[in-house]
Each structure stands twice: as structure tokens, then as C-alpha cells.
């Protein structure tokens, strides 16, 4: 198993700093190659520049009374819930459809319930091998 990772291109890792401007206060975020690849995919899914759609992820946050005191990490999350949807079918990575256009409320709700069925899953493997 470790040889899938290890053996991976380490400049997926590597950090990579972006400078942006978020209501015309200039930031910098720091992610790794990795991310700032799945952040362009999502970005180039629905037409924008990565920098728009950070400064939308950004206002929506505070529209929704996020706590966005590690936003670099948010930003981690999105991206790795946006393979985790791929992975279990419920979106289509090579789609052209903009994710502003997915059956969102849908999707939360399958996302909740195998969320559920993997920690009961998850308990139970490890309350059967505790007992052996």
C-alpha cells in the first residue's frame, strides 16, 4: 500500500504560494501542488479563474457564518470532498457540467448517509478485531 504513495510524484507535495486579491485586501495562500490542481479542475468546470472561485468559496463562507480562521484548510476539505464525490459516483469528473448545476441537495444527502453506514461499517471492524 505505502508504495502507491511513496512512490508518487513528490511534487505533489510541494508547496506552492499564490498571491490573490479578496475584496481588494491582497493574501497569499500557501497549498500544495496537489490541491492547487483540483482547485483548478473545479475552477475550469464552472468557467472561472481559480482566483474567482476562491474569492466566491470565500464570500459564500461568510455568508453561511463559516468560521474561515484556516481558510487554506477549507479550501484542502473542498478539494478532497470533490474527489471523495467522484469516487462514490455522484459526480462525473470529466463532466462539463457546472457544479452550480448539480442536484446539490441530493448529493449532500447520499454524501450524509454513506458518511453514517462507513462509521457503523468502521465501528464494527474494529469492535471485532478488539474482541478477537
Known amino acids: ?14 508547496y506552492k504560494t ?5 475584496d481588494g ?20 468546470r464552472d468557467q472561472i479563474t481559480v482566483n474567482q ?3 466566491k468559496l470565500y464570500h459564500e463562507s461568510l455568508d453561511a457564518d463559516h468560521d474561515i480562521s484556516n481558510f487554506t484548510s477549507f479550501l484542502r476539505v473542498c478539494a478532497s470532498r470533490y474527489l471523495s464525490l467522484i469516487a462514490d459516483g455522484d459526480l462525473i469528473r470529466e ?8 442536484g446539490t441537495q441530493d448529493i449532500l444527502g447520499q454524501e450524509s448517509i454513506r458518511r453514517r453506514e462507513r462509521k457503523v461499517r468502521f ?10
Not at 500500500?1 to 510541494?14: G, H, S, T, Y
Not at 485586501?25 to 475552477?43: A, G, K, N, P, Y
Not at 463532466?95 to 448539480?102: A, P
Request: proline fraction near 0%; charged fraction near 20%; charge should be negative.
Open 1 to 14: 500500500m505505502c508504495q502507491l504513495f511513496i512512490n508518487a510524484d513528490n511534487q505533489l507535495w510541494a
Open 18 to 22: 499564490k498571491s490573490l486579491r479578496i
Open 25 to 44: 485586501v491582497v493574501t497569499s495562500i500557501r497549498l500544495e501542488t496537489f490541491f492547487w490542481e483540483i482547485l483548478e479542475e473545479l475552477s475550469f
Open 53 to 55: 472561485m476562491i474569492t
Open 95 to 102: 463532466s462539463d457540467t457546472s457544479l452550480s448545476d448539480v
Open 123 to 132: 465501528n464494527h471492524a474494529i469492535n471485532k478485531h478488539s474482541i478477537n
